[in-house]
């Protein structure tokens, strides 16, 4: 018999067809190029961009790494050489403005000269202790001087604190000391007129502070009733080394206190002993006078604070006074420009005083993941807000620090390091009134 083949059990072997590798690394190749075409124009775009929050956040970031000499690179290595020159340009143009910018303490016409007086009326007698208005009852002078010196506080929230807080109310209003400023503690129910809450309240040394919060950082403002108590004291070693705030205000019988002036720190080694610029301690000068577009805050024998020039001469009446830049309001006006945000975010220290004469000292913190700093026009607007009349930044960074009533209240930038700030040439120090009287 003839082999007869079944082809139809033969399996059937099917062709497929194979791209050529050379179509798939094309089109990689074609999407690798879209990628880096796109990338390089948002690049473009970002940085020569008219918009306005784009062109803000760049000239925040330039000046961010330019203000510092070891971070200069993140702005000079990724951005165009121009882009980082015209915002440079920005900043020098914003310190030739700021000469001429002087304090005359000649106010708006519009600014009360006070804050408008509290209402403590109640509408029936109190049955219980835990009725708020009990605690106006109580001493009705009292609580109207309290709200009348602390202007700033909202008087219901004040008021519920006291419900659940009756303790505070064991010496009467003016002897409240509320104390929840420490950096483990959470604060109080206290608010301000303006939103904020309320860490301190020391009745008797005449202080309060509250935590000044925004998206991108947070700090203290503390205000001190008394001007006259106020000054700038030397670090035990001036001329050599200095010290921490906190150790400058306890040598000198200090509730409170900032940091003052800035100091040689060459990489960031310096140890706080030789000053920049001029200053003066309770009439003692020192130092020669900052460059043309620094400023010099000075308190004069009047008790009031000053905003002048740096390099001219000391006002004769002047008692205390500190050299940096910029000032940031005189005679109740901002003079900072808000495009150019004064070297980006970084932590800040101010020295200020409100349109009655208060004393307001404000730290912010930074270069931290809960807060990573705040423009100097951001300090202006803080400011106002608690009806600042002149106001100048000074040295922040690592130097930006508060002390109150035994420790540091502000949490240093660098704070494993260096906890209570880094050491400085002197610091604002507002005396206790018990160290005012010996």
């Given at each position: 018999m003839p082999n007869i083949t079944l082809l139809g059990n033969r399996s059937k072997k099917r062709t497929r067809v194979k791209k050529k590798p050379s179509h798939r690394l094309r089109k990689v190749i074609v999407t690798l190029l879209c990628l880096v075409l796109l990338g390089e124009g948002l690049y473009f775009w970002l940085c020569y961009t008219e918009n306005s929050f784009v062109s803000k956040w760049r000239n925040i970031y330039i000046q961010?790494?330019?203000?510092?000499?070891?971070?200069?690179?993140?702005?000079?290595?990724?951005?165009p050489e121009d882009v980082v020159a015209e915002?440079?340009?920005?900043?020098?143009?914003a310190m030739e403005d700021q000469i001429g910018q002087n304090s005359s303490?000649?106010?708006?016409?519009?600014?009360p000269d006070k804050p408008a007086?509290?209402?403590l009326s109640v509408d029936e007698p109190p049955v219980e202790e835990d009725n708020r208005s009990?605690?106006?009852?109580?001493?009705?002078?009292?609580?109207?001087?309290?709200?009348?010196?602390?202007?700033?506080?909202?008087?219901?929230?004040?008021?519920?604190?006291?419900?659940?807080?009756?303790?505070a109310?064991?010496?009467?209003?003016e002897n409240i000391n509320i104390d929840e400023a420490g950096l483990d503690q959470d604060g109080t129910s206290i608010i301000t007129l303006n939103g904020d809450q309320v860490l301190a309240i020391n009745a008797y040394?005449?202080?309060?502070?509250i935590r000044i919060t925004g998206s991108t950082y947070r700090g203290i403002l503390a205000v001190a009733k008394d001007p006259a108590r106020l000054g700038l004291r030397w670090s035990a070693g001036i001329g050599s080394y200095g010290q921490t705030c906190k150790v400058i205000c306890e040598r000198n019988d200090a509730i409170l206190g900032v940091c003052g002036?800035?100091?040689v720190d060459p990489d960031g080694r310096g140890n706080g002993g030789t000053l920049i610029g001029y200053a003066m301690c309770d009439g003692e000068g020192m130092g020669r006078h900052a460059l043309p577009g620094y400023k010099r805050m000075e308190l004069r024998s009047d008790d009031r604070m000053y905003v002048v020039d740096a390099p001219t001469d000391p006002h004769p009446d002047t008692t205390d006074a500190v050299e940096f830049y910029p000032a940031l309001i005189v005679d109740s006006r901002i003079v900072v420009d808000e495009t150019c945000d004064w070297n980006g975010m970084h932590p800040r220290a101010v020295i200020a005083q409100s349109e009655l004469g208060e004393v307001q000292l404000l730290v912010i913190e930074g270069r931290q993941i809960q807060s990573a700093g705040v423009s100097v026009h951001e300090c202006a607007d803080i400011l106002s807000r608690y009806r600042c009349a002149q106001a100048m930044n000074m040295d922040g960074g690592t130097s930006a620090m508060m002390y109150y009533n035994g420790r540091s209240i502000i949490s240093c930038s660098n704070p494993d390091v260096r906890p209570d700030g880094r050491f400085l040439p002197n610091a604002w120090c507002y005396f206790t009134k018990d160290a005012e009287q010996e």
């Open positions: 961010t790494a330019m203000s510092t000499l070891s971070h200069q690179w993140l702005a000079t290595a990724l951005l915002s440079v340009a920005l900043m020098k143009q303490w000649d106010l708006p016409d519009q600014t007086e509290p209402d009990y605690w106006i009852k109580l001493d009705p002078d009292g609580a109207q001087a309290f709200f009348e010196r602390f202007w700033e506080i909202d008087q219901e929230s004040m008021l519920a604190y006291l419900d659940t807080h009756p303790e109310m064991d010496n009467g209003w040394e005449e202080i309060l502070l002036s800035g100091f």
